[in-house]
């Protein structure tokens, strides 16, 4: 590998950073249709267990709870030592929860295999990590890196979950679980030790389109200045870092923002969004008398849909910014919620489905760009795992509020009315935000 490297650095024929954003790809999507398995694996485990619903549902509580823990962690890890031992560190977490599901017999096996260990690991092997890895190796098209990137989450998912869930028929949990750790743990190592990179300095790069080139070959000063910065810091620090310009904002700077606050708020509002329509879709849509397994086949169209989202949001804000796709995000939303409130039946209920997705995961490879454009690159893993956590708090929160609601009220017309107002806040919030390169201490307003 390091002769192809220094291979590559002559010949200049392929940017390294797209090799990255092709090992990217692969580990999430081995990691994104693992993770998503559970939904799956239910009631194959109330079968083989006698576990109540309620009882699984807590070890997946807990697994969510971690994982964002996990985020904020993995995130300032990331800042401090680079990409490769935290995506390694994790991969082995998680593919050891996995493992270890397959000799589980209690119920407190689960939560700690599952609802710890897995999650633990699923921090630093997910999206938001993988999306600051882009920040640090493209300027230009880094939206459209990003997006190539994160598509390998929805395309496993997509391609993955039927092949996993036939395995559970044919061979049972166990054999799943193992299969499913086994494929992640040895292709994420394999293509951690390998590809992954987390600065272009050391390989004598530049971030792609810096100063307008192509990434492919920085100056011998510029590599021996990034190589020297990356040992002081003890971190994989990029070759932006050495250029001159303003010192990059830590969390708590940043917190000092109006535009951390409403990007803050705005996640918090698509958290919400996201994990109520996934969590209560089926359920809604078979209280219509419509079968479960089309209400099924609208979920995972809506998965599949949600790739083109992102596809569509990288060179959408590599040509217009950030907050422009992000607002229409919420924008679409806002119709599509109404739409929703107006008519019930089979078609607008496909109507919904694959609108929605298309909105499902566009701030994904969005959010960690935003913060570099707004707070550099230094501390892009924390701040971007900072909102990420808000964001699957309020997933968290409105999904089971959505739940009391129906329970109360025999319906989710209050929930999509109260997601609606929501949505609708979060395009303007969008909109007050200045994209500019905020300074550590008075500079612009946010």
């Known amino acids: 590998m390091p002769t192809f490297r220094r291979r590559h650095d002559r010949t200049h024929r392929v940017f390294y950073g797209w090799y990255v954003v092709a090992a990217s790809f692969a580990i999430l999507f081995l990691t994104g249709s693992g993770s998503s398995m559970i939904g799956v694996m239910i009631k194959p485990m109330g079968a083989d267990f006698g576990w109540s619903r309620t009882s699984i549902s807590s070890a997946i509580f807990v697994n969510m709870a971690v994982y964002a823990v996990s985020i904020i962690v993995t995130g300032r890890l990331y800042d401090r030592f680079g990409p490769k031992w935290v995506i390694a560190c994790s991969t082995v977490l998680f593919a050891a929860g996995f493992a270890l599901m397959a000799t589980m017999d209690s119920l407190w096996q689960f939560l700690l295999y599952y609802g710890v260990i897995a999650a633990a690991g699923l921090g630093g092997t997910t999206v938001p990590l993988f999306g600051s890895l882009m920040g640090r190796w493209f300027d230009r098209w880094k939206g459209l890196a990003a997006s190539l990137a994160l598509a390998g989450n929805c395309l496993g998912q997509f391609l993955l979950i039927p092949v996993f869930s036939d395995l559970i028929d044919g061979s049972g949990l166990r054999v799943t679980s193992l299969w499913i750790a086994g494929l992640c743990g040895v292709v994420g190592l394999v293509l951690t030790f390998t590809v992954i ?41 990029t070759a932006t870092a050495v ?167 025999g319906d989710y017309r209050l929930a999509f009315w109260i997601s609606l107002g929501f949505a609708a806040a979060a395009a303007v919030a969008m909109l007050l935000i200045r994209e500019e390169r905020h300074l550590p201490r008075g500079g612009p307003a946010a």
């Open 197 to 237: 990179r987390g600065d272009p300095g050391q390989l004598g790069l530049k971030p792609y389109g810096a100063n307008g080139g192509d990434g492919t070959a920085t100056e011998p000063r510029q590599a021996g200045a990034a190589a020297k910065l990356s040992i002081e810091a003890g971190a994989a620090s």
């Open 243 to 409: 250029a001159a310009g303003p010192r990059d904002l830590t969390l708590l700077e940043a917190m000092r923002t109006r535009a951390l606050w409403l990007y803050t708020f705005v996640m918090f509002v698509c958290g919400s969004g996201d994990y109520f329509v996934s969590t209560h879709l089926v359920p809604m849509v078979t209280d219509y008398g419509i079968s479960t397994s089309v209400a099924a086949s609208m979920f995972a169209w809506l998965s599949l849909i949600s790739l083109a989202g992102i596809l569509v949001a990288g060179p959408a804000s590599d040509a217009i910014g950030y907050k422009i796709p992000i607002a229409v995000t919420f924008a679409l939303r806002v119709v599509v919620f109404a739409i929703l409130l107006k008519y019930q039946g089979i078609v607008p209920f496909w109507v919904f489905s694959v609108s929605f997705g298309f909105t499902l995961l566009v701030t994904a490879p969005l959010t960690p760009m935003l913060v570099r454009t707004l707070y550099g690159v230094t501390h892009i893993g924390f701040i971007s795992g900072f909102i990420t956590t808000v964001h699957m708090v309020g997933g968290g929160l409105w999904a089971y509020l959505a739940g009391i609601i129906f329970d109360r009220t």
